[in-house]
Nanobody
Framework: VQLVESGGGLVQPGGSLRLSCAVY????????MHWYRQAPGTQRELVAT???????YYVDSVKGRFTISRDNAENTVYLQMNSLKPEDTAAYYC?????????WGQGTQVIVSS
């Protein structure tokens, strides 16, 4: 099982980015998928979750700005991030659980700065 994130980069405040998490070796169709982030010197925090039934959860700080979605046919999860703020700067990771084991991607860096 491999999770591969992409789409990070440098963006100005107020800008947008779309992160992707492609999953290999496992079908995400029946799994909840999560996006986490970790800024330097802080703990990794859950940003968004999408259930196998497409219910979404967001941490309060990103509600109304971020949207998580999934494409089961492409075995990929997305995180659309709009109205980005400097405090959104972090490494972003996707995660899933299979048979009570956590699988993480390698992360993609997002820097929000003018």
């Amino acid at each position: 099982v491999q999770l591969v994130e992409s789409g990070g980069g440098l963006v100005q405040p107020g800008g947008s980015l779309r992160l992707s998490c492609a999953v290999y070796g496992f079908s995400i169709r029946a799994n909840a998928m999560h996006w986490y982030r970790q800024a330097p010197g802080t703990q990794r925090e859950l940003v968004a979750t999408i259930s196998e039934r497409d219910s979404a959860y967001y941490v309060d700080s990103v509600k109304g700005r971020f949207t998580i979605s999934r494409d089961n046919a492409e075995n990929t999860v997305y995180l659309q991030m709009n109205s980005l703020k400097p405090e959104d700067t972090a490494a972003y990771y996707c995660k899933t659980e299979i048979a009570w084991r956590d699988y993480w991607g390698q992360g993609t860096q997002v820097i929000v700065s003018s």
